[in-house]
């Protein structure tokens, strides 16, 4: 049965089946270690005939999949819509990653989490330093590997808890090794994602770990 809601004082019909599908990709999407058909039909409070079905359709459409244990997972689909979203989020977290790079004199950036690793999608050079790291926009590593994946593991852990302090600090290995400031962006539904500094002097942490948080504040309202 369609569902009847109202929009700008219209009544409007609304789709119960699609409402349920994608309410199945919103649990999953919390969910990576995957659900059961039964796991999802009591998330989600209706029949698992009916959610078998749901699911059944989604995989066909590759915006899930099952593994040979049965629990199901976003698909492929899920990730390369998601793609298309990232210029759009670099658009919106320029002109905040432009700011916090000229005030820390730092090299700033935006990181998206791309399976099970983190992903600059947007690097700012500060515009007035003489040394500073050249962070390729692109460039991957492991999530547990700088400070940028470590915040968002970080908000991962903390399920929806602020974390105290916000930001997190990893310095990386090497003979050159850099510092970097990193703060989960949270809030936004459907984005894993981090903004942070980086630098090849240490920073103060009390001085720019507000800095940063205030540009994740920024980036994530703009989303919203």
């Known amino acids: 049965m369609p569902r009847a809601t109202t929009f700008a004082g219209v009544a409007a019909e609304t789709s119960q089946t699609l409402d349920r599908g994608l309410r199945v990709l919103e649990v999953l999407a919390e969910s990576p270690e995957g659900l059961t058909v039964t796991e999802l039909a009591g998330a989600l409070g209706v029949g698992r005939t009916v959610v078998y079905r749901l699911v059944v359709t989604l995989e066909q459409h590759a915006f899930l999949r099952r593994s040979a244990d049965g629990r199901c997972r976003l698909g492929l689909a899920v990730l390369t819509m998601g793609r298309q979203v990232q210029p759009l989020v670099r658009d919106v977290a320029m002109p905040s990653l432009r700011l916090l790079a000229d005030a820390v004199g730092a090299t700033a950036h935006l990181t998206l989490v791309d399976g099970n690793e983190a992903m600059a999608a947007l690097v700012v050079e500060p515009t007035r330093s003489d040394l500073h790291v050249a962070y390729r926009t692109g460039a991957r590593h492991p999530l547990e590997a700088g400070a940028a994946g470590r915040a968002v593991l970080a908000a991962r852990t903390a399920a929806g808890r602020p974390l105290d302090p916000p930001w997190v600090v990893a310095t990386s290995d090497g003979p050159q090794g850099t510092y970097g400031?990193?703060?989960?962006?949270?809030?936004?539904?459907?984005?894993?994602?981090?903004?942070?500094?980086?630098?090849?002097?240490?920073?103060?942490?009390?001085?720019?770990?507000?800095?940063?948080?205030?540009?994740?504040?920024?980036?994530?309202?703009?989303?919203?």
């Open 181 to 224: 400031i990193a703060v989960p962006i949270t809030g936004v539904p459907g984005i894993e994602a981090s903004v942070g500094v980086v630098s090849l002097r240490e920073l103060q942490e009390a001085e720019v770990g507000p800095r940063v948080a205030r540009a994740a504040g920024e980036i994530a309202r703009a989303l919203r």
